[in-house]
């Protein structure tokens, strides 16, 4: 197994948060820098057994450069990176709930909705603090302990959704972007769940 360094792995998640947020702004491709090939191979050979490889290549290939071999940073990255788009999914639902002309049941799940995403915010960065704890003497508590917090915020991702399916036909636009959202995030947690399995297995 790779040896753990917990300071470059607090390190990355911070890089990791600053960087998505410049990240659409534009920028030099990662993938296109010779010296990053096999950091790129390793994310789409880590990513071809998650659920949705190709959301979880496209999230993470660009912080290849942070990422290089390492499993940890990799797994971090990707916890960093459904972190932030739980965030702002959270963000848009709260503009959304806010929305004139809203029918009552689409009010309550909608209220619903942020609620649940709020406790898979918590139960994220609950994961990230737990995997800046690890160690190898603490390795298989932790990485179980990790698995429990993602796997709780994915619960509550999917259950953002289910008030919406009785909602009336009508409110079809709302329902489709909060699906459209949450389905979203979902993905990226359920891909950091499989990427932490991984680590997990990796070890001795």
Not at 18 to 29: D, E, F, Q, V
Not at 144 to 167: H, N, Y
């Amino acid at each position: 197994m790779e040896a753990i360094s917990c300071k470059h792995l607090i390190t990355s998640l911070f890089i990791i948060l600053s960087s998505s947020l410049t990240a659409a702004h534009g920028g030099r491709r990662l993938s296109e820098r010779p010296y990053q090939e096999a950091s790129t191979v390793f994310i789409r050979t880590s990513c071809s057994s998650t659920t949705y490889p190709t959301l979880c290549y496209s999230s993470l290939v660009k912080h290849a450069d942070l990422i290089q071999t390492n499993r940890v940073v990799l797994a971090g990255t990707a916890l960093n990176v459904t972190l932030a788009s739980a965030k702002s999914t959270s963000a848009m639902m709260r503009t959304l709930g806010k929305r004139q002309g809203l029918k009552p049941r689409e009010v309550a799940a909608m209220k619903d909705c942020v609620e649940e995403l709020g406790d898979s915010v918590d139960e994220l960065r609950r994961s990230i603090d737990e995997m800046s704890h690890l160690r190898g003497s603490n390795f298989e508590m932790t990485m179980s302990d990790v698995q429990t917090w993602v796997s709780a915020a994915l619960t509550d991702e999917s259950t953002c959704t289910d008030g919406f399916q009785e909602t009336a036909t009508g409110a079809t636009n709302i329902k489709s972007t909060v699906r459209g959202q949450v389905v979203q995030v979902a993905q990226l947690t359920n891909n950091a769940l499989a990427l932490i399995n991984q680590l997990a297995n990796s070890h001795g």
